[in-house]
């Protein structure tokens, strides 16, 4: 199967502050999301992102499918927004996750 | 917003004993999915299913785990027998196509094998 790398691993935020988050992909894909696993360890979609650029209020995300990447930026971070990020893309039938990136974002 | 169910959201059992998890998919999906996540670890594939039958398994799908779609709304996992490794959240999701579909999820239901 293909190899999902998420980076950084871990990241510490003050509040307020941007951050980019990294997905590489090892194979090509026919779509990408990302997702934010909450506290309570709720998977919440943020984007369905095959190619292109979109928003979503603070957050964005790009995804440059020829060179198998994707980037999550998350501006004017808040506490709200720790939890762990996972990006995700199929190959056959099933979805790849990533290892994860872990924020936490402190006041 | 249609969103994908999940029961129980808790289960505590004893090793040895059989587990059946329960989803209700979105009503327009045609794929289905389960996924497992041990505590701090990531997301692992466990089986896809489209059309009444498992269209692709990991090797963590080995024979104590099935799959079921029993009625037109429900999607079971099955553990046949328990192990203290298959503590985990197990999550199911579904999307309208494979490859190209948004996947979605449902909140997990945290298994405890005591």
């Known amino acids: 199967g293909i190899q999902v790398e998420q980076s950084p691993p871990d990241l510490i935020l003050q509040e307020g502050a941007n951050s980019t988050l990294r997905c590489n992909f090892s194979?090509?894909?026919?779509?990408l999301q990302w997702f934010h696993q909450n506290p309570w360890g709720q998977l919440i979609n943020l984007f369905y992102?095959?190619?292109g650029t979109k928003q979503n209020g603070r957050l964005s995300a790009t995804t440059v499918a020829t060179e198998r990447y994707s980037l999550l930026y998350i501006s004017s971070s808040q506490t709200t927004d720790s939890g762990v990020y996972f990006c995700?893309?199929?190959?056959?039938?099933?979805?790849?996750f990533g290892t994860g990136t872990s924020l936490t974002v402190i006041p | 917003e249609p969103e994908v169910t999940q029961t129980p959201s808790h289960q505590v059992t004893q090793m040895g004993q059989e587990v059946i998890l329960r989803c209700v998919p979105i009503?327009?999906?045609?794929?289905f999915y389960w996924y497992r996540q041990i505590l701090g670890q990531k997301v692992e594939f466990l089986v896809s299913f489209y059309n009444n039958e498992i269209s692709e398994k990991s090797e963590i799908f080995d024979d104590q785990f099935s799959v079921e779609r029993p009625d037109g709304s429900n999607f079971t996992l099955k553990i046949r027998s328990t192990k203290l490794e298959d503590s985990a959240m197990y999550f199911c999701?579904?999307?309208?196509?494979?490859?190209?579909?948004?996947?979605?999820f449902g909140e997990g239901s945290r298994l405890t094998v005591l």
């Open positions: 009503s327009n999906h045609l794929y």
């Open positions: 194979d090509s894909v026919n779509n």
């Open positions: 995700a893309g199929p190959t056959g039938n099933q979805f790849y």
């Open positions: 999701a579904s999307s309208a196509a494979a490859w190209v579909g948004e996947l979605f």
């Open positions: 992102i095959p190619s």
